[in-house]
């Protein structure tokens, strides 16, 4: 099942130095049969989209964990990722899955990341990503203007020198 994980640019970084990744919790955001049924229509494709926007939101959650750290860059990240092992968790949500253990890197299909020019939106929405949860309307303006920035596509292959650019 194709997961989407939501990370950080610091959790990418032991990613790399590691060859695996352990996903917070194990939590990630897959197209689940609970997710296809919420929705009226939609390709398989649109489906993935929505839970990749949903661990980019998570994403949001870990940087907000994270603010007292200068050194934690300002983007999303997701690590989209090939896992056997996944226990459905539609009590959470419709898209949560929880994943058994680190996951490989030979089992990372792509990493998604924000380009610097989202960091101040990026910035935004991670100080409000709780307020926007409990349903304040101006919370939720501030996550559309970071989810109007796309996240950017890289190969697992690609990530030692996207990280030496950052």
């Not at 939501?6 to 032991?14: D, E, I, S, Y």
């Not at 940087?63 to 300002?74: D, N, R, T, V």
């Not at 990503?129 to 101006?138: E, F, M, R, T």
């Amino acid at each position: 099942m194709r997961v989407y994980l939501p990370a950080t640019v610091g959790m990418l970084r032991q990613l790399v130095t590691d060859g695996k990744f352990r996903p917070l919790g194990g939590t990630g955001f897959a197209l689940t049969p609970a997710l296809r049924e919420s929705y009226v229509s939609g390709s398989t494709e649109e489906l993935e989209y929505t839970a990749l926007l949903d661990a980019s939101r998570a994403s949001l959650r870990l940087l907000a964990g994270h603010e007292a750290e200068e050194k934690e860059l300002p983007r999303r990240v997701v690590v989209a990722a090939d896992v056997d092992d996944v226990t459905l968790r539609p009590d959470l949500d419709h898209a949560v899955v929880k994943v058994a253990g680190p996951v490989a890197l030979d089992d990372i299909a792509a990493v998604h990341v924000d380009a610097a020019e989202a960091e101040q939106a990026v910035l935004a929405a991670s100080a409000v990503i709780d307020a926007a949860d409990l349903g304040d309307p101006d919370a939720e303006f501030t996550l559309g203007d970071v989810e109007d920035h796309e996240l950017a596509w890289y190969a697992p292959q690609e990530l030692p020198f996207l990280l030496e650019l950052m």
